[in-house]
T-cell receptor, first 115, second 111 residues
Framework: EAGVVQSPRYKIIEKKQPVAFWCNPI?????LYWYLQNLGQGPELLIRYENEEAVDDSQLPKDRFSAERLKGVDSTLKIQPAELGDSAVYLCASSLGGTSGDEQFFGPGTRLTVL | QKEVEQNSGPLSVPEGAIASLNCTYSDRGSQSFFWYRQYSGKSPELIMF??SNGDKEDGRFTAQLNKASQYVSLLIRDSQPSDSATYLC???????????WGAGTKLIIKP
């Protein structure tokens, strides 16, 4: 079974440029998460989807970040414009459903560097 | 937002010894507790989860939960150099089971 797929793996851009990340979750997983992880920190949730619906986007900086999961499968996270402080690893994870004992499976992440 | 606290380490343990990792949380309503392992440059992967008070064993790993004292720990027996990684504690909270993550403890197993 294929795991969570993310692309690109690495991205270097100049500040004020746009950038987009793509994620394809494990087949059959209804819940999809986008996290941001800084060095030496735990993942920080940006947005969580249950199928097509964003059920928790309270931590998403909506002035510059947007996300979509149009058909309830793959998802795109966009930053426009990027700032220096956005440099981090962006992780996508998926799970079968958003219950309390649900295991989240992570993709390899996208390492973003903003110059 | 309720917090999850871990000692950042590094925690250095001789090979073959028991490594003990601890995590405290502030929300008494927390439902489930997860330990993830993250190798340098890699993504987190689940080691164990626990939701009832007491111990849960899986091979060399034992998770211990004490809800009254609001802490959860992970014991690794017969530590191996391959266990060297950062261990992340995550706690599910709230009606939507949001996962709150600690910052992780870096574990180093010395041969």
């Amino acid at each position: 079974e294929a795991g969570v797929v993310q692309s690109p793996r690495y991205k270097i851009i100049e500040k004020k440029q746009p950038v987009a990340f793509w994620c394809n979750p494990i087949s059959g997983h209804n819940t999809l998460y986008w996290y941001l992880q800084n060095l030496g920190q735990g993942p920080e949730l940006l947005i969580r989807y249950e199928n097509e619906e964003a059920v928790d986007d309270s931590q998403l900086p909506k002035d510059r970040f947007s996300a979509e999961r149009l058909k309830g499968v793959d998802s795109t996270l966009k930053i426009q414009p990027a700032e220096l402080g956005d440099s981090a690893v962006y992780l996508c994870a998926s799970s079968l459903g958003g219950t309390s004992g649900d295991e989240q499976f992570f993709g390899p992440g996208t390492r973003l560097t903003v110059l | 937002q309720k917090e999850v606290e871990q000692n950042s380490g590094p925690l250095s343990v001789p090979e073959g010894a028991i490594a003990s990792l601890n995590c405290t949380y502030s929300d008494r309503g927390s439902q489930s507790f997860f330990w993830y392992r993250q190798y340098s440059g890699k993504s987190p992967e689940l080691i164990m989860f626990i939701y009832s008070n007491g111990d849960k064993e899986d091979g060399r790993f034992t998770a211990q939960l004490n809800k009254a004292s609001q802490y959860v720990s992970l014991l690794i027996r017969d530590s191996q150099p391959s266990d060297s990684a950062t261990y992340l504690c995550a706690v599910s909270q709230g009606s939507n089971y949001q996962l709150i993550w600690g910052a992780g403890t870096k574990l180093i197993i010395k041969p």
